[in-house]
């Protein structure tokens, strides 16, 4: 089971980026799927959760009315795209995935069983 992250990069201030995620070995159509991110020496913190059919989006308050999260099942793909991207939004991004079938998506990192090697998103002043 692999999560491949992707479409980090460099962007100034107020610019727009938009990461995927896809899964591979294992159908995640039926599991929820999350976004987190971790800034050089802080902790790993909660973006965005999408529940295993779509129908529920979960965000954190810093990033809530400029992320959005969304998903492909055809493609087993998750997305988070980030409009008025601030400096502080500056961090290593992780997908993950649940291990276990039908739930909504968690704000916790103990509620994924997969992760995926992180893509670096830079945000410059």
């Known amino acids: 089971v692999q999560l491949q992250a992707s479409g980090g990069g460099l962007v100034q201030a107020g610019g727009s980026l938009r990461l995927s995620c896809a899964a591979s070995?294992?159908?995640?159509?039926?599991?929820?799927m999350g976004w987190f991110r971790q800034a050089p020496g802080k902790e790993r913190e909660f973006v965005a959760a999408i529940s295993w059919n779509g129908d529920s989006t979960y965000y954190a308050d810093s990033v809530k009315g400029r992320f959005s999260i969304s998903r492909d099942n055809a493609k087993n793909t998750v997305y988070l795209q980030m409009n008025s991207l601030k400096p502080e939004d500056t961090a290593v991004y992780y997908c993950a995935a649940d291990g276990i079938l039908y739930r909504t998506g968690s704000r916790w990192s103990n509620g994924y069983e997969y992760w995926g090697q992180g893509t670096l998103v830079t945000v410059s002043s």
């Open positions: 070995g294992r159908t995640f159509s039926n599991y929820a």
